[in-house]
């Protein structure tokens, strides 16, 4: 095994179960924690990924699923104490069952939130949908895990497969790469290597992801596994990110008001700007996806790394693609230019110091 790990050790990665057996009824781990971590360890493993089958029968176990994740959790605190070493980076796998956004970062860095992803559209639709509703659990210190990336595998359209990505990396979900490297095409392996996405992803700053501003098909907070949340926003070092998703099957036009994200100042301008950002990996060029502010002047997303472009106020994201994706950093430019609109860029309580409502309000 170690000369294994010697070979893989940049990937770290190592799989058991929290059970008598795993998924594939091998060994697995219950009653066995303390020497299994150890094993681990000693193997040169840095990553657990600890799944939840063969579930020992309850007058043996005596504790839910919380419990059961706890026993490897000490089992790996107690072995970083006394060996001095960086405890095993512990990825809890129950396919969100229990809710494990609600406590799982007590004991590991990530957890799945869903059942195993498959490599089609529907499968990375209803994952977006189910996580749009906690994606405020994930931070600096623990991870909603969206299951492995699908990238190369399966049928999808090359506006698919950045749609994966970019919602993704930017809801902050761990990216593990789950298709043969050795035969990946260019188009594929250039949307794993989007380093601007990348950065944004491993954010030193900001460890929170995006999240809804308004779901768009559907009314808010209205689950729909097929079309999920349109309209997310988030927080980075460099500006506000934004994430548009097409859920339809044909092009759309995506608008928003930029104040309806809560990291845009009313009463500002923001450039459309995607470089520098601190991740200097090159990337092979892909094909523009354009999109125009209301403003009139032209802009490109995160997918074509340029920057161009000032929104006032309004954006509008054009003809998106059939399940495609337009993924913003918009950064400050300063006060928006006299006369760009009504007194307020929403109407709802705007009012005068006389006390009387703005017109329109």
């Not at 405890?87 to 939130?113: D, I, M, N």
């Not at 290597?193 to 995006?210: C, H, R, W």
């Not at 009313?266 to 403003?295: H, I, K, N």
Request: hydrophobic letters at 40%.
């Amino acid at each position: 095994m170690n000369d294994l790990t010697d070979k893989i050790h940049g990937m770290g990665l190592w799989y058991s179960d929290s059970g008598w057996f795993t998924c594939q009824l091998y060994p697995g781990s219950y009653q066995n924690e303390a020497r299994d971590a150890k094993l681990f360890q000693d193997w040169g493993f840095d990553y657990l990924k600890f799944d939840n089958c063969a579930v020992p029968y309850d007058d043996i176990i005596r504790e839910g699923i919380v419990g059961k994740y706890k026993r490897m959790a000490d089992a790996i605190a107690a072995l970083a104490k006394s060996s001095g070493k960086p405890p095993l980076v512990f990825s809890l796998c129950e396919w969100g069952e229990e809710q494990p956004w609600l406590w799982a970062r007590r004991f590991g860095q990530s957890w799945r939130t869903t059942g195993d992803i498959s490599p089609d559209w529907g499968s990375i639709a209803s994952i977006i949908n189910q996580n749009s509703f906690i994606a405020w659990a994930s931070d600096f210190y623990g991870h909603n895990d969206m299951d492995i990336l699908e990238i190369g595998n399966g049928e999808f359209t090359h506006d698919e497969a950045k749609t994966h990505f970019t919602a993704w990396a930017l809801m902050k979900s761990p990216l593990l790469i789950g298709t043969d490297l050795s035969t990946i095409s260019a188009a594929d392996l250039a949307i794993l290597k989007n380093t601007e996405l990348l950065a944004l992803s491993q954010d030193p700053v900001v460890g929170t992801g995006v999240a809804p501003f308004r779901w768009g098909i559907n009314p808010d907070w209205v689950s729909n596994s097929t079309h999920p949340a349109q309209f997310w926003s988030g927080e980075s070092q460099n500006g506000t990110v934004f994430m548009l998703i097409n859920t339809l099957d044909t092009p759309a036009d995506l608008s928003f008001n930029l104040t309806e994200s809560p990291w845009i100042r009313a009463g500002r301008q923001y450039a459309v700007r995607v470089r520098p950002l601190p991740f200097p990996l090159p990337l092979p060029s892909l094909p523009p996806a354009r999109v125009r502010t209301d403003a009139g002047a032209d802009a490109q997303d995160l997918w074509t790394h340029t920057a161009n472009g000032t929104a006032v106020r309004n954006f509008t994201a054009r003809a998106v693609p059939p399940h495609g994706v337009a993924a913003l950093l918009l950064t400050d430019a300063g006060d928006e230019p006299e006369g760009a609109g009504p007194p307020c860029a929403r109407a709802e309580w705007c009012i005068d110091r006389n006390g009387t409502l703005v017109p329109g309000a």
